[in-house]
């Protein structure tokens, strides 16, 4: 089983859809968890860190199941600009941060 | 800001040569890393570096050498390339490593390496 595993997309969404990318790890003693973007041919960017509570950033909520090892990040209201691949990273102390496979999503007009 | 740079941007070589890809970051952040990405298999750690003089394999560190004399600075040395190496290499870097929640790593813009 892959460290970190990412729902494999490609999702193809409307314009203003709301869209939910799940992500699990396999670590039981990770510590911290982000989403990055990562847009074609370009680096991957912090999009947020995700933390046990749960975190909101404007349209992109992130969630954290610890007993279920699921990370999630729902995107509302898409924009034709969100359309990425978004990585789920995840980092155990001692250890070094580990990135899932990437989901793509694309938002069409 | 200048942030992390590499260099070169692009790079075609033929099997068998010696190729070192550089990195640049002006934030003296302590770690840095090497990733490769390809498609299928994600960005995969390669070797990284908690502060100069101090590197560590990663994942699939096999025909790869680094070094790190400066914290600046960390270069990724192929020193015989291979077909399989063809990829795109990202460095990054970041402040601690140590996995807290605000511990992100910072990514430069990526080398794109074909070996012919």
């Known amino acids: 089983r892959k460290e970190v595993e990412q729902d494999p997309g490609p999702f193809n969404v409307p314009e203003g859809a709301t869209v939910a990318f799940n992500c699990t790890y396999s670590?039981?003693?990770?510590?911290?968890f982000f989403w990055y973007r990562q847009d074609c041919r370009k680096e991957p960017k912090l999009l947020m860190s995700?933390?046990?509570s749960g975190n909101e950033d404007g349209r992109f909520t992130a969630q954290l199941n610890r007993a279920s090892q699921y990370i999630s990040l729902l995107i509302r209201d898409s924009k034709l600009s969100d359309s990425a691949t978004y990585l789920c990273?995840?980092?155990?102390?001692?250890?070094?941060?580990?990135f899932g496979p990437g989901t793509r999503l694309s938002v069409l007009p | 800001d200048a942030g992390i740079t590499q260099s070169p941007r692009y790079k075609i070589t033929e099997t068998g040569r010696q190729v070192t890809l550089m990195c640049h970051q002006t934030?003296?952040?302590?770690?840095m890393f090497w990733y490769r990405q390809d498609l299928g298999h994600g960005l995969r750690l390669i070797y990284y570096?908690?502060?100069?003089?101090i590197t560590d394999k990663g994942e699939v560190p096999d025909g790869y050498v680094v070094s790190r004399s400066k914290t600046e600075n960390f270069p990724l040395t192929l020193e015989s390339a291979t077909r399989s190496q063809t990829s795109v290499y990202f460095c990054?870097?970041?402040?601690w490593g140590t996995g807290g929640a605000t511990d992100t790593q910072y990514f430069g813009p990526g080398t794109r390496l074909t070996v012919l």
């Open positions: 990054a870097s970041s402040p």
């Open positions: 670590n039981s003693a990770s510590q911290s």
């Open positions: 995700v933390y046990s």
């Open positions: 990273v995840v980092n155990t102390y001692g250890q070094n941060f580990v």
């Open positions: 934030w003296s952040h302590s770690y």
């Open positions: 570096s908690a502060a100069a003089d």
